[in-house]
């Protein structure tokens, strides 16, 4: 079975502080894995994945995979990173597990 | 760029009816998915779909559901006869190409049609 699990639903920060957003999972295989981001009014779309290992607006992920973790990390929140982020796992069946979301709020 | 599309956006409808959810995937995609949010709980997947047929379906995609695509463009969503628990955010997704390269391609989705089932 797969799982992931957001331990925080409500993040709210300072513009310019630095934001983490908590994801583990649990798989036995070797996963996948993924931020998708939803802004107020608009789609689930991908941030970033763990495979491409790329800095997406600014954000980075480090796959773990002793702590089975992925956390969102941004060293200066902005106000328009106020969304809904959601991590994401796809196995071998590519399938896509979500965890519940946090939406982060960043203040002025 | 392309975008999943889907219609309606916002669907009403009485227990027991039939509800058909339309999805217009990216035309070059061959896999295509649906998932549900319920309001408040996690995005949870229901079906994958692939060379016209369903390649993985979850507990909660049961004989009320099923899944088609009737033309080159369209992959839809039928629910038999609508609960009330089936009230929810539905998505369609689409990726390029079908998977077997060891690594999942990115998921796209769609705007979501939220469905009510009074």
């Known amino acids: 079975a797969q799982r992931v699990t957001q331990p925080e639903k409500l993040l709210s920060v300072f513009k310019g502080a630095p934001v983490e957003l908590k994801c583990n999972y649990s798989y036995s295989g070797s996963p996948e894995l993924f931020w998708y981001v939803q802004y107020s009014r608009q789609r689930l779309q991908l941030l970033l994945r763990?495979?491409s290992r790329e800095s997406i607006k600014g954000f980075t992920a480090d796959l773990n995979k002793g702590e089975t973790s992925f956390h969102l990390k941004k060293p200066f929140a902005q106000e328009e990173d106020s969304a809904m982020y959601y991590c994401a796992l796809s196995g071998c069946d590519y399938k896509l597990s979500f965890g519940a979301g946090t939406t982060v709020t960043v203040r002025a | 760029e392309p975008e999943v599309t889907q219609t309606p956006s916002h669907q009403v409808t009485q227990m027991g009816q039939e509800v058909i959810l339309r999805c217009v995937p990216i035309?070059?995609?061959?896999?295509f998915y649906w998932y549900r949010q319920i309001l408040g709980q996690k995005v949870e997947f229901l079906v994958s779909?692939?060379?016209?047929?369903?390649?993985?379906k979850s507990e909660i995609f049961d004989d009320q559901f099923s899944v088609e695509r009737p033309d080159g463009s369209n992959f839809t969503l039928k629910i038999r006869s609508t609960k009330l628990e089936d009230s929810a955010m539905y998505f369609c997704?689409?990726?390029?190409?079908?998977?077997?390269?060891?690594?999942?391609?990115?998921?796209?989705f769609g705007p979501g049609t939220r469905l009510l089932v009074l």
């Open positions: 997704a689409s990726s390029d190409p079908p998977p077997g390269q060891g690594f999942a391609e990115t998921q796209y």
């Open positions: 779909f692939y060379n016209n047929e369903i390649s993985e």
């Open positions: 035309s070059n995609h061959l896999y």
């Open positions: 763990h495979i």
